[in-house]
């Protein structure tokens, strides 16, 4: 069957990707959507259970950082789209080995776009119709203080973790590849996503499987500072209007306008796991446990999106309380995909990290 258009979604076996792959499994039949994904710790193809027997989906397990690789598949199907979502994502994990985060978030980024850069020039109409969809984050701009300035597109950028350091270097390297050789691109930066299929390293999962086992919650430093949270689902739409309508060359940053400081937010995830799981209210705020404070750790991020709303109509759909609640209850209904996640090179990397505390 011809497809009237053939993407590649890159990470799609991860968290954010795997809602993005669904979304357009489902809303385009007519695309023809190509999963790359190396299947790391962070990559389970159980998050697409749903969609993977779709005639419009198919799986390819690679590395981007292997280039060859990169081009044949781009080759072999005419791909005529890229939303690239493939990165290691935890800071945690980015301070204890800064060179994965580079080797892909940086070198994978490089490696994808020159792969693509190849395959477009060899065509006749070159780049004309085509798009390279970059997905990046909020904490390339650094961190603010607690006032109310918000980052907007014109923030400079200013990483502070290798994490983000090695996801502004990808940024520069996309924009680059559009002043260089007039690739048509689109970088968005994104705010903390939240819902369900996050790995269990990230806050909120972490905590609602916590709870649930009774185990201590830790909370870095005081637990003062302050992150913007966007439910996944949206942020998957926001990517689908923005790859269809976005302005070539352009960057939008995505964001709930739903500050929290992580002590509230725990707080709010422990009343509703309570809740949910029938305790009494308050129970599991004995679980809260303060220790040794992340290094180098922001103090807050916050979102301007206001020219995503004005210029392609994007706005968050939920609000937090919904969101939250509806989070909670995916984990505790599918307990069996924590315990599988929880069971193997997670367990041991915690089991690391918690020995040094
Ligand atoms: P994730 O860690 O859940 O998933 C990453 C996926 O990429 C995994 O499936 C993994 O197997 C795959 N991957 C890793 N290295 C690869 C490689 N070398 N080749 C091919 N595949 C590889 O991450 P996520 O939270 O879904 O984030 C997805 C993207 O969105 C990332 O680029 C991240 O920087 C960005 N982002 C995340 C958030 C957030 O709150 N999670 C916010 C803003 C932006
Ligand atoms: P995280 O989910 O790792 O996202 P990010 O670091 O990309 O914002 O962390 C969210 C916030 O929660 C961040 O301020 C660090 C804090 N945090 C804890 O206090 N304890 C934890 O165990 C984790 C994982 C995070």
């Not at 419009?56 to 292997?66: E, G, L, M, S, T």
């Not at 980024?109 to 109409?125: G, I, M, N, R």
């Not at 004309?128 to 980052?151: M, P």
């Not at 739409?237 to 070539?248: Q, V």
Request: glycine share 6%; proline share 4%; aromatic share 12%.
């Amino acid at each position: 069957m011809d497809f009237k258009r053939n993407i590649i979604i890159t990470g799609g076996a991860g968290f954010i990707g795997s809602h993005v792959v669904r979304l357009f499994v489902n809303k385009y039949p007519e695309y023809r959507i190509i999963n790359i994904d190396k299947l790391t710790y962070a990559g389970n193809l159980e998050n697409l259970k749903d969609i993977e027997e779709r005639s419009n989906y198919r799986f390819v397990k690679a590395d981007i950082c292997d280039y060859e690789t990169m081009l044949r598949i781009m080759t072999d199907n005419q791909v005529d789209g890229i939303i690239h979502l493939a990165a290691e994502s935890h800071v945690d994990r980015s301070i204890k080995d800064p060179f994965t985060f580079a080797r892909t978030n940086v070198m994978g980024t490089l490696s994808l776009l020159q792969a693509t850069k190849v395959y477009w020039e060899s065509l006749p109409e070159r780049y004309e119709g085509k798009l390279f969809y970059h997905i990046s984050t909020d904490e390339v701009y650094g961190a603010l203080e607690f006032d109310d300035t918000l980052f907007t597109e014109e923030t400079k950028y200013d990483p502070h973790s290798p994490y983000s350091a090695s996801k502004a270097s990808s940024d520069h390297f996309v924009r680059a590849f559009h002043d260089t050789y007039g690739m048509p691109t689109v970088v968005t930066n994104c705010s903390n996503n939240y819902g369900p299929y996050q790995f269990p390293e990230k806050l909120i999962p972490l905590f609602i499987n916590n709870i649930r086992n009774r185990r201590p919650l830790p909370v870095y430093g005081k637990g003062e500072n302050v992150r913007d949270w966007l439910y996944v689902e949206d942020h998957a739409r926001a990517i689908d209007i923005i790859f269809h309508t976005g302005k070539i060359a352009d960057t939008y940053n995505i964001g709930g306008f739903n500050e929290w400081k992580n002590i509230d937010l725990i707080k709010v995830i422990i009343k509703t796991v309570d809740r949910l799981l029938g305790n009494p209210e308050g129970h599991s705020l004995e679980l809260i446990t303060y220790v040794t404070d992340r290094q180098g750790h922001d103090l807050r991020y916050a979102i301007d999106s206001r020219k995503l709303k004005n210029e392609l109509g994007w706005e968050p759909s939920l609000q937090f309380e919904e969101g939250i609640e509806k989070t909670v209850r995916w984990y505790l209904d599918n307990e069996e995909w924590m315990n599988r996640i929880t069971s193997g090179d997670y367990a041991r990397y915690y089991e690391d990290m918690y020995a040094g505390r």
